[in-house]
T-cell receptor, first 117, second 115 residues
Framework: AQSVAQPEDQVNVAEGNPLTVKCTYS??????LFWYVQYPNRGLQFLLK??????LVKGSYGFEAEFNKSQTSFHLKKPSALVSDSALYFC???????????????FGAGTQVVVTP | ETGVTQTPRHLVMGMTNKKSLKCEQH?????MYWYKQSAKKPLELMFV???????ENNSVPSRFSPECPNSSHLFLHLHTLQPEDSALYLC??????????????FGPGTRLTVL
């Protein structure tokens, strides 16, 4: 079975400082990993994904994430946070080692990011 | 609005009411999904449709009834709901449901309150 954990309910960071949102996963095979962001009163927006290849993935709005297979992690990062980055961030995993993995994204509980001016 | 749209955005209903949520995707995708989002909980996948055929029913109570008349439209019919069904209901779509690497595109959601 696949699972994903976001260990922090909330991350607070000052504008201009680096931002990191943590995500760890558990799968039986190899993972496809995704990050989504949700702004207030909006649906989820896709940020980036890891499928294969380079472990460092670059996405929208200056975000990037690093796939670390040995630590089973896929942390989201941004070198310099903006107040407008304040939102709810979701990590999601799809286990491609199972036969029924086609559509099932397993989402984490989300991490609220608060960026203060 | 482009992408995935949902109506209504807000809905308040009594436990004996019948209502429907509507989702429309303008992306040419062939798979559509219903999710339930409750506070402090991971998103719960409810139903998946691929080419108008239901391919996943994730142990959802029968008081939720989905309908997919074509690949662009998805409905969630609601009847005799319980207060614990109050949540944000999100619709999503994706291309080629059998491909695990395709991301899903989400609508803004319907905020449902059951009194």
């Amino acid at each position: 079975a696949q699972s994903v954990a976001q260990p922090e309910d909330q991350v607070n960071v000052a504008e201009g400082n680096p931002l990191t949102v943590k995500c760890t996963y558990s799968v039986s095979g190899n993972p496809y990993l995704f990050w989504y962001v949700q702004y207030p009163n909006r649906g989820l927006q896709f940020l980036l994904k890891y499928i294969t290849g380079d472990n460092l993935v670059k996405g929208s709005y200056g975000f990037e994430a690093e796939f670390n297979k040995s630590q089973t992690s896929f942390h989201l990062k941004k070198p310099s946070a903006l107040v407008s980055d304040s939102a709810l961030y979701f990590c999601a995993v799809r286990d491609i080692g199972t036969t029924d993995s086609w559509g099932k994204l397993q989402f984490g509980a989300g991490t609220q990011v608060v960026v203060t001016p | 609005e482009t992408g995935v749209t949902q109506t209504p955005r807000h809905l308040v209903m009594g436990m004996t009411n019948k209502k429907s949520l509507k989702c429309e995707q303008h992306l040419g995708h062939n798979a559509m999904y219903w999710y339930k989002q409750s506070a402090k909980k991971p998103l719960e996948l409810m139903f998946v449709y691929s080419l108008e055929e239901r391919v996943e029913n994730n142990s959802v109570p029968s008081r939720f009834s989905p309908e997919c008349p074509n690949s662009s439209h998805l409905f969630l019919h609601l009847h005799t709901l319980q207060p614990e069904d109050s949540a944000l209901y999100l619709c999503a779509s994706s291309q080629n449901w059998a491909s695990s690497y395709n991301e899903q595109f989400f609508g803004p959601g319907t905020r449902l309150t059951v009194l």
